[in-house]
Nanobody, 121 residues
Framework: QLVESGGGLAQAGDSLRLSCAASIRIFPAYAMGWFRQAPGKEREFVAAISSKSGGSTFYADSVKGRFTIARDNAKKTVYLEMNNLKPEDTAVYYC???????????????WGQGTQVTVSS
């Protein structure tokens, strides 16, 4: 089970940190990803991090340099630090777990319920 938190209202330029708490016995073995879905749009890749130490991270071009994904295996939690938020970042944000980090939704086996992020201009 994956449970996201940390969403809310923000103004352009603000920062938010999303968290995803995992009830996975061997959490370090899983790659983790963040996706988002805006109204009327398909769910899109945001960021991913490799398993274990999380030495490899991947980002969508739209968030590169502004968002940072990180994991704390002891807490079984993955984070998404979002800086310099823009109105186009408004979406429901989902975390997901899979065997390998990927930008493809089909590579992930488990999904959280999502947390809403709304950014006003």
């Amino acid at each position: 089970q994956l449970v996201e938190s940390g969403g809310g209202l923000a103004q352009a330029g603000d920062s938010l940190r999303l968290s995803c708490a995992a009830s996975i016995r061997i959490f370090p073995a899983y790659a983790m990803g963040w996706f988002r879905q805006a109204p009327g749009k398909e769910r899109e890749f945001v960021a991913a991090i490799s398993s274990k130490s999380g030495g490899s991270t991947f980002y969508a071009d739209s968030v590169k340099g502004r968002f940072t994904i990180a994991r704390d295996n002891a807490k079984k939690t993955v984070y998404l630090e979002m800086n310099n938020l823009k109105p186009e970042d408004t979406a429901v944000y989902y975390c997901a777990s899979g065997s390998l980090p990927s930008s493809e939704r089909r590579r992930y086996d488990y999904w959280g319920q999502g947390t809403q992020v709304t950014v006003s201009s």
